[in-house]
């Protein structure tokens, strides 16, 4: 089994409440082992142990109220 580990920049979080938000969302798509977010540098890191779907990682932070794209 390999780890995949994606990085995405999220827009709109401002506060420890906004990063909670995204990781409630994202811990709900499926093979997501680990997130690491913050709203200082809107960076978010997903862990998985299976190949990601990043529209359902995107649409997760969607439904938490923020924006996300991948970063290359």
């Known amino acids: 089994m390999s780890i995949v580990e994606i990085e995405y920049q999220v827009t709109g979080m401002t506060c420890g409440h906004c990063e909670m938000s995204v990781r409630e969302e ?24 299976q190949p990601l779907n990043d529209a359902a990682v995107v649409a997760a932070v969607d439904e938490a109220g923020y924006q996300a794209v991948r970063v290359p």
């Open 26 to 49: 994202v811990e709900q798509v499926p093979g997501v082992t680990a997130i690491d977010v913050s709203a200082a540098t809107g960076r978010l890191v997903v862990t998985a142990d």
